[in-house]
């Protein structure tokens, strides 16, 4: 009884760190009223049976509070009708038995006085069924639904109501006159004990140094006890004194390996060896990204300190689960969720901290080089294409001149086609040299509203959005990017034959314009390499007018991206970062 109401005052104590403590408390208490109602008749004699029965017949309303308990602890969406329902249940139950006769006292060798059920005992012992079931009935629901570190908590109360039925069976050997020893009920004590830890042990990790100190003296004094038992097949003679001296010794030498045992046990991954962390570094060297290092780092950390934890970088939202989030400029780790944890899983998760930290320096370090190397080779190829593409247009355009001066005198159709396809020659070789030479940006504010207005002017049939209708200013190269929405809204024009829809709007990333139109869409064979030179060959088209496109943005420190947007089958978004542009 005494532990039950400590149990209950530690529950008050942390109310605000467990959703229904106070709710749990409440049912303590009842169930230490309803131990006393059992033990009071041993404790006073049979004069104590009406008290007794009274206390006896509040357990369909103690039985209430848990399944109350139950549905906040799991956050089961009951409302307050099915919440009602219950107490109702119990409120009825309870007051019945107490109006009239529960039952009577018979005396048990087992046990001493217990209780007999009579007709309304028999209805208000229904009734605390039907509450007990329904609670665990909700717990299981929540094990289903609950993410960690939430679904241990569940499974730990679960867990404690399964130990309580076995304990309360004993009831059943004794009721039934079996001739066996009801040696469950000896256990029942350790019910709340099993069922408030098995909450603060995810919920307050406070609780557990109390529970380690508790178990570290059980341990030791089961230890002294062993000893003190094999003394005497060890002496030949009785000495209390030899005895009480090697308790002593038996428990110091011990003390130290019970402790850490403990501590192992309370407190997975409580300690890191220099093996640990060189078995983590190794761990996370596959890592190609941060975000493969967040999943690998978080798995092998909730792995050590047996509970679910998560690393991730740069994330503003308030963490779930212990979280290790760790921000870059400089890199720096901090641990957020873990203001309950003890000691040692916060030093763990510390240095755990630290080794990722060092694995997303390499990570970032290795995407750095490994883009520098991408715009060598890119550099090195437009190099290549630029002199090509130089000696080509210079090569080409006296063969050209040369045909088009011989068909001068050709019927009208033959000159037309030749025109068209000198022109189409002399467009491939202008967008060949305006792709490959060296760019060098011109940035300035520009209304990038106006901008797109004075291209659609010059374009039939292109509708603008709302987003276009207000000023948006930002330092750009005007002429680079006006080519690069001339030849998007070209495109589109072509492959639609018809409407062409141009808007824009900003988020935190930055501002984005998007050119729409409603053509035959882009064939999935292309989507990847859509920005690659000669990759879509529109008719009349070059195959390098979304490659310029590609590279006037990656010069703005931008991006250009085939996107999907409601109402229209192709979308084209250009996406400027905000800040400082750079060549």
């Known amino acids: 009884m005494f532990e039950t109401l400590v149990l209950a005052g530690v529950l008050l104590w942390w109310a605000d760190r467990v959703a229904g403590a106070r709710l749990l408390a409440a049912f303590l208490g009842g169930f230490a009223l309803w131990v006393v109602g059992n033990e009071l008749p041993n404790w006073w004699g049979p004069a104590a049976e009406p008290v007794a029965l009274k206390l006896v017949s509040l357990a369909p309303f103690i039985s209430t509070f848990f399944f109350h308990f139950c549905v906040v602890f799991c956050r089961v969406p009951l409302g307050r009708l099915g919440v009602a329902a219950a ?5 009825v139950a309870s007051l019945a038995a107490l109006l009239g006769q529960p039952g009577h006292l018979v005396w048990s060798d087992h046990v001493g006085w217990i209780f007999i059920a009579g007709q309304l005992g028999w209805l208000a012992s229904i009734a605390w069924i039907i509450l007990g079931a329904g609670g665990v009935a909700v717990l299981l629901r929540g094990l289903t639904v609950a993410r960690p570190p939430a679904r241990q908590q569940i499974a730990a109360v679960t867990c404690s109501c399964i130990w309580g039925l076995l304990c309360l069976s004993g009831y059943g050997l004794v009721l039934l006159d079996l001739p066996l020893f009801p040696f469950q009920l000896l256990l029942l004590p350790l019910y709340p004990v099993i069922l408030v830890y098995g909450i603060l042990r995810w919920g307050v990790f406070v609780a ?3 529970a380690g100190r508790a178990l570290v003296w059980t341990l030791l004094l089961t230890i002294g006890l062993g000893i003190v038992g094999l003394m005497p097949l060890l002496l030949p003679f009785e000495s209390r004194w030899l005895s009480g001296l090697a308790v002593a010794a038996g428990c110091l030498a011990l003390s130290g390996p019970v402790r850490r045992f403990v501590q192992r046990l309370i407190y997975p991954g409580g300690s890191a060896s220099v093996a640990d962390l060189q078995a983590w570094r190794d761990a996370l060297l596959p890592a190609e990204s941060l975000a493969e290092l967040g999943t690998l780092a978080g798995q092998l950390l909730s ?13 503003a939202t308030e963490p779930t689960l212990p979280r290790l989030n760790c921000r870059p400029g400089p890199w720096r780790v901090e641990l957020q969720g873990w203001a309950a944890a003890p000691p040692g899983q916060r030093h763990v998760a510390e240095l755990f901290g630290s080794l990722v930290l060092e694995a997303a320096m390499r990570v970032e370090q290795a995407q750095q080089l490994a883009a520098r190397e991408r715009e060598r080779q890119l550099q090195a190829r437009l190099a290549e ?5 130089a000696t080509v247009a210079h090569d080409i355009r006296n063969p050209l001149n040369i045909i088009a001066m011989a068909v001068a005198t050709a019927p009208s159709d033959t000159r037309r086609e030749v025109a068209e396809q000198v022109d189409r020659i002399a467009h491939l070789t202008r967008d060949l040299l ?3 030479k060296p760019w060098k940006l011109n940035p300035a504010p520009v209304d990038i509203s106006a901008l797109v207005r004075s291209v659609a002017r010059r374009q039939p049939e292109v509708t603008l959005g709302p987003g276009l209708q207000q000023p948006l200013t930002a330092p750009l190269d005007a002429r680079r990017v006006e080519q690069a929405l001339t030849n998007l809204v070209e495109n589109a024009r072509t492959a639609s034959s018809g409407a062409v829809f141009v808007d ?4 935190a990333r930055g501002l984005h314009l998007h050119v729409c139109d409603n053509g035959p869409g882009v064939p999935e064979s292309l989507r990847e390499r859509l920005f690659e030179p000669f990759a879509s060959r529109s008719p009349g088209g070059t195959g390098l007018g979304l490659a310029i496109v590609a590279r006037v943005m990656s010069a703005h420190g931008g991006t250009a991206a085939l996107t999907e947007r409601a109402g229209w089958r192709t979308c084209f978004t250009l996406s400027f970062p905000h800040g400082q542009l750079h060549a």
């Not at 792995?303 to 994330?315: A, I, K, N, S």
Request: net charge negative; hydrophobic share 50%.
């Open 87 to 91: 107490y109702a249940l119990g409120a």
């Open 208 to 210: 557990n140094a109390w």
């Open 303 to 315: 792995r050590r300190l047996g509970t679910q934890v998560e690393v991730v970088f740069d994330v």
């Open 385 to 389: 294409l630029g002199a090509l593409a």
């Open 434 to 436: 305006e792709y490959a």
């Open 504 to 507: 824009a709007d900003s988020d």
